[in-house]
């Protein structure tokens, strides 16, 4: 990349504005560093730190000489307030979550259960249909075994 500073920033990282009279840490490549704001919710939200210029990608864990710079060593008190209510209200939202999917299931259930009963009265009535009708188709046998005579 080149040093125009437009470089590729990733979501989690915004650039900062560096105060008067702070110097500014060279990077291993040559190039100065900038100073950027992390806005990963955490520990380290809110907090500055030096990176490359030329850096372009997020890498894994770096350890020794080439982690960043921090110029902040602790977190401000709005920061922890704004990461302790993200987390609230990401809580919040998946207690609500939750909560629907259990509204969800339990209205499954109720129907299916709805559903259930449906089939069972319409399975008796269909005996009981079942069972008028051989009384009938008996009562017509013994009627037309004893004759006309029988009627009378």
Do not use: N, Y
């Given at each position: 990349m080149s040093s125009s500073g437009l470089t590729y920033i990733p979501w989690n990282k915004v650039t900062a504005q560096v105060p008067e009279g702070i110097?500014?840490?060279?990077?291993?490549?040559?190039?100065?560093?900038?100073?950027m704001e992390s806005k990963v919710l955490g520990d380290d939200f809110g907090m500055r730190f030096f990176m490359c210029e030329n850096y372009e990608y997020d890498p894994?864990?770096?350890?020794?000489?080439?982690?960043?710079?921090?110029?902040?060593t602790e977190q401000?008190?709005?920061?922890?307030?704004?990461?302790?209510?993200?987390?609230?209200?990401?809580?919040?939202?998946?207690?609500?979550?939750?909560?629907?999917?259990?509204?969800?299931?339990?209205?499954?259930?109720?129907?299916?259960?709805?559903?259930?009963?449906?089939?069972?009265?319409?399975r008796v009535e269909a005996q009981k249909r079942e069972v008028d009708r051989e009384m009938k188709q008996e009562r017509a046998r013994r009627a037309k075994e004893a004759g006309p005579e029988a009627i009378a």
């Open positions: 110097q500014v840490p060279m990077c291993f490549c040559g190039s100065l560093c900038k100073l894994t864990i770096r350890r020794g000489k080439d982690r960043p710079k921090w110029l902040d401000s008190q709005q920061d922890k307030d704004w990461v302790e209510r993200e987390a609230r209200w990401a809580r919040e939202r998946w207690q609500g979550m939750l909560h629907k999917e259990q509204k969800e299931e339990k209205r499954k259930k109720d129907q299916e259960e709805i559903r259930r009963r449906f089939e069972e009265v319409e």
